[in-house]
């Protein structure tokens, strides 16, 4: 079904270890395509439109959201996939479905969830990434959840501990036997990387949180910026940073698709279960990623760590935690479809239903509970 040609170590949709619940081959689509569908179609999907990563989603209409995010990870994933010739239609179903699991508010949000729940076996946004798709969506008579394939399950669990994965049965074996994921969730995985990195730059820049002489001291930027401005010299400034940014990640994808095909052909890879017992295969070289971490610790140290950023992950941490409380200590306040019988399966349903809260939501639920002038 695919249009081109895979090599014999992609991952082929006809030799998928298939769904938990059976169903026959979808008629005109690959299976990976009918992942893909399901995702877009799921309502965890739309409310990314209204989660954020750095910035809260009310602070300017210009900022990604997680639901661009989604879509620009999907994009760079789907080319590299393309230029070696994996699949890439499972590439863009893990891509898409990456996020599905964050909380509101970003890390902040994860963190405070995390916090709250330590008693009741933790919040991982990977692992509530997979129990969207395998549970929480309620969509189709037959299941719950969107009986994803297996590889696209796999993709979508990133990270996780090893507790959590002796739980989780054949999607969180590889986390035991020391295993790696298929290349396209190797790739989806680093196009992740390569889309917010660049993102966040642009975003950063346009907040007016850091600016361009900051940026002089990242190689990655400052060597692209002095191409552009010496190619460009009259270029107003927001397209010299567009251009900046775009050669940016030309030059991370160029360089991992170069990598990672010097990887393959180091290897003997007959078919794509010999990539799991290879070493991460999908890799930028050395120096990229040596140039790459440098732009990361400069986001980290400039952008993530900015006192206007830390204030609104405050609030954040306040809103999730005093939320959190309230909805343990009194079940009634509770939508009845989250109300659960025994202590532990009560945390995990409000942290279900607060996960699930757009940013807005939770904002609102939270006066809606806490403001004596609101009903
Ligand atoms: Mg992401």
Redesign the pocket.
């Known amino acids: 079904m695919n249009n081109f040609q895979l090599a014999p170590y992609a991952t082929s949709a006809q030799s998928t270890r298939g769904r938990k619940v059976f169903e026959a081959a979808p008629p005109g689509r690959s299976e990976f395509q009918r992942d893909r569908d399901r995702i877009i179609h799921s309502s965890a999907f739309r409310r990314l439109e209204y989660k954020t990563q750095v910035f809260v989603n009310h602070e300017g209409d210009l900022f990604r959201t997680r639901l661009t995010?989604?879509i620009e990870?999907a994009q760079i994933g789907r080319s590299i996939a393309r230029r070696l010739m994996l699949n890439e239609d499972l590439v863009e179903a893990i891509s898409l479905a990456?996020?599905l699991g964050h909380t509101p508010f970003g890390h902040a949000g994860q963190e405070a969830l995390n916090n709250c729940m330590k008693d009741y076996g933790g919040f991982e946004h990977n692992l509530q990434s997979l129990r969207v798709v395998d549970v929480l969506e309620e969509r189709y008579a037959a299941f719950d959840g969107l009986n994803l394939c297996f590889e696209t399950r796999e993709g979508i669990l990133k990270h996780c501990s090893l507790e959590n994965a002796a739980q989780l049965g054949d999607v969180g074996s590889r986390f035991i036997n020391n295993q790696q994921p298929t290349l396209e969730a190797q790739i989806a995985n680093l196009a992740?990387e390569i889309?917010?990195n660049n993102h966040d730059v642009d975003d950063g820049l346009r907040s007016g949180l850091i600016t361009l002489e900051q940026l002089a001291e990242v190689r990655l930027f400052s060597r692209h910026l002095s191409e552009v401005r010496e190619l460009y010299p009259a270029l107003a400034e927001r397209r010299v940073i567009h251009e900046t940014i775009r050669r940016m990640i030309n030059t991370l994808v160029g360089d991992l698709i170069e990598q990672t095909e010097k990887n393959i052909g180091a290897q003997i890879l007959n078919d794509a279960n010999a990539v799991r017992n290879a070493l991460p295969l999908v890799a930028f070289s050395e120096p990229m990623r040596a140039l790459n971490r440098e732009l990361k610790t400069f986001l980290h140290n400039e952008l993530y760590r900015h006192y206007r950023v830390m204030r609104m992950s405050a609030k954040a941490h306040r809103i999730i935690s005093e939320l959190f409380k309230v909805f343990m200590e009194d079940r009634r306040l509770l939508p009845p479809q989250f109300l659960h019988a025994t202590e532990l399966t009560h945390a995990r349903s409000v942290a279900d239903y607060i996960a699930g809260m757009t940013d807005r939501y939770a904002i609102r639920e939270h006066r809606r509970i806490f403001a004596v002038e609101e009903i």
């Open positions: 995010h989604s990870v990456h996020d992740d889309a917010y």
